[in-house]
């Protein structure tokens, strides 16, 4: 072990799980808001089940204006919000509010996106069977999609990684703050490298295991 | 069985189906044949209202579709099976979830689940297939999988779209044969839309010949195999009495 990661280990290991627990919220915020979200979006377009243009038009509207944002504005621009919510608009815990919104709008749009992958005939299928829009979306349109959405939560947890980098702006800590603060601001460039290929294994991890069960699970 | 009074359809300008009138009889084969754009699909899917009617009524087994609840509605499609020209099975689930998801919709007590879906998949000829996806099977049994699916919450009437489009000729025969005992060995209600004549020549008892959205008319097959014949003959009707002069 080099002696560098041995002197910061304490520090090292609270900022790893500082960016677990931002990213690990993200993906809770992205499953639990997200996946509904790009359900009720791919239902509400034109010709789907729950078609209806005002609905499809706010939603599509508020996904675009979160994800059109620059992070670092967006950040700065929910702290009254996150205030509200938190008490605070520092520390971790404030951090997770603005990731959580970008990770709805994100992983939203992805699932929306697998969702209109689905033969329309499937549907078809399920309709005349007399399938309700809640047999259509849990037996039907989730099990036809899985692996797309599979791989799309893999492309979101990335992104939400990569976003997490930059909460140190509020004190939200994370591997990525650590990397600027110790290693970048106190010219400790082989510390700031170090925290990189953390950062890179992660994303490796990441990526394998998403490919992985996505293949797995695709039987199409 | 089915019967449909002065039908309208239309998508935006389009009279997609216009003033359409018959009667299908309860265990027959009845078959809708025409050129593409004739209105034959649209005309079936109104059948199980798939697609809704502008005007006119829908009875099917003595129920008035267009009045009945959302909730009426998704029972009686429990018995009134469909199939597609694509098949439209779940591409991710295997033989026997497929036939499964039609026992689970029409809410069939999980201890029936099993023998159902086996002695449907028997029926079709694939029983040894249950673990099998979709991708792994021909186009003809994937057919036949549909043709279990819609068959295993015990519909009265089959509807057919283009079962066997994209078939070739030894698989279309199979899939029809199959459809010839849905209707004989089962006493099922099978109405068949196709564009293709040998098809109406091998299992129909009536056809009706559909153009631009209305009926053209209707004919019956006879015993013998000969064709009865009105006056103006389109192409298909044509076709038909050269076979029947043929035959006889």
Known sequence: ?220 | MITLSSVHKRYGQEMAVRDVSLHIRKGEIYGIIGASGAGKSTLLRLMNLLEKPDAGSVTVDGDQLTELSNRELRKKRHRIGMIFQQFNLVANKNVFDNVLDSLKLAKRPKSSWETRVMECLRFVGLEAYRDKYPSQLSGGQKQRVAIARALASEPSVLLCDEPTSSLDPNTTAEVLRVLESVNEQLGVTVVLVTHEMDVIRQICHRVTVMADGSVHETIEREPTGVVTIDQNPSWFVEQLREEGEANA
Do not use: C
Request: hydrophobic letters at 55%; a neutral charge.
């Open chain 1, 1 to 220: 072990m080099p002696e560098i990661l041995v002197r910061y280990q304490s520090e090292i290991w609270q900022s790893i799980a500082e960016t677990f627990i931002m990213v690990g919220v993200s993906i809770l915020a992205a499953i639990l808001v997200g996946l509904p979200l790009g359900t009720w979006l791919y239902l509400s377009r034109k010709g789907q089940l729950l078609e209806n243009q005002i609905v499809f038009s706010v939603l599509n509207l508020v996904v675009n204006i979160v994800r059109s944002f620059p992070f670092l504005l967006l950040v700065v621009f929910l702290i009254p919000f996150t205030r509200l919510i938190i008490g605070t608009a520092i520390g971790t815990a404030a951090a997770t509010v603005p990731l959580s919104i970008i990770a709805i709008a994100h992983y939203a749009r992805l699932v929306e996106q697998s969702l209109i992958d689905v033969p329309r005939g499937v549907i078809e299928a399920a309709l005349s069977m007399g399938a309700t829009v809640k047999d259509i979306i849990f037996k039907f349109l989730y099990v036809e999609a899985r692996s797309g959405l599979v791989l799309g939560l893999t492309t979101s947890i990335i992104s939400f990684i990569s976003y997490s980098t930059i909460m140190g702006v509020v004190g939200g800590g994370g591997i990525g703050d650590f990397a600027i603060r110790y290693g970048y601001q106190q010219f400790q460039t082989e510390l700031m490298l170090y925290m990189i290929l953390i950062m890179l294994v992660f994303v490796q991890l990441i990526q394998f295991t998403g490919t992985t069960v996505a293949r797995i699970i695709d039987k199409r």
